[in-house]
T-cell receptor
Framework: AQSVTQPDIHITVSEGASLELRCNYS??????LFWYVQSPGQGLQLLLK??????LVQGIKGFEAEFKRSQSSFNLRKPSVHWSDAAEYFC????????????FGKGTKLSVKP | DTGVSQDPRHKITKRGQNVTFRCDPI?????LYWYRQTLGQGPEFLTY????????KSRLLSDRFSAERPKGSFSTLEIQRTEQGDSAMYLC??????????????FGPGTRLTVT
């Protein structure tokens, strides 16, 4: 069965420091992968997606993610974190086929120290 | 820019009452999804529509839950005889159809349900 694991429940980084959020997936075929961000009490905003092609994908707000098939990973990175990046981040894999619903990880909460 | 909208944003109800939530997707999107999110968890899939047809339902969607999407536009999610375990954020998302595979989904702000 498809699944997504985000090993880090909570991460704290200093403003200006680099960030990497980990995501591992389990899926039999070529995955459709997504990262979303959720601010408190809000819905989810799409940061970036991977469907095929270049394994390094760029997203909004300066985020990027790299798909590594051999490691079943899709880690999210940002070179310099801003205080406004504090939020919860969710990795998701698309089920595919004719259905297309997403399976989400449990999320990583990011705190940013001034 | 009209994204996905949901109404109401918050709902407090007493156990045993019925509640109904509404979702208006992005107008050109023909796929619509409902998810449920509890504290400390990622969203979990409930059900999916392509146009007006409900094509998939999760086992999480008990008999007390029903969803409709008349005319393939807005959708409603009804919960009958609410229980405290139904307290959660209910998220709606829409996406354009792809020939194959998953499209990116755009989420609404959610409806926070509290059952007392």
């Amino acid at each position: 069965a498809q699944s997504v694991t985000q090993p880090d429940i909570h991460i704290t980084v200093s403003e200006g420091a680099s960030l990497e959020l980990r995501c591992n997936y389990s899926y039999g075929a070529t995955p459709y992968l997504f990262w979303y961000v959720q601010s408190p009490g809000q819905g989810l905003q799409l940061l970036l997606k991977y469907f095929s092609g270049d394994t390094l994908v760029q997203g909004i707000k300066g985020f990027e993610a790299e798909f590594k098939r051999s490691q079943s990973s899709f880690n999210l990175r940002k070179p310099s974190v801003h205080w406004s990046d504090a939020a919860e981040y969710f990795c998701a894999v698309g089920v595919g086929g004719s259905q297309g619903n997403l399976i989400f990880g449990k999320g990583t909460k990011l705190s940013v120290k001034p | 820019d009209t994204g996905v909208s949901q109404d109401p944003r918050h709902k407090i109800t007493k156990r045993g009452q019925n509640v109904t939530f509404r979702c208006d997707p992005i107008s050109e999107h023909n796929r619509l999804y409902w998810y449920r999110q509890t504290l400390g968890q990622g969203p979990e899939f409930l059900t999916y529509f392509q146009n007006e047809a409900q094509l998939e339902k999760s086992r999480l969607l008990s008999d007390r839950f029903s969803a409709e999407r008349p005319k393939g536009s807005f959708s409603t999610l009804e919960i009958q005889r609410t229980e405290q375990g139904d307290s959660a954020m209910y998220l709606c998302a829409s996406s354009p159809a792809r020939v194959r595979g998953t499209s990116e989904q755009y989420f609404g702000p959610g409806t926070r349900l509290t059952v007392t």
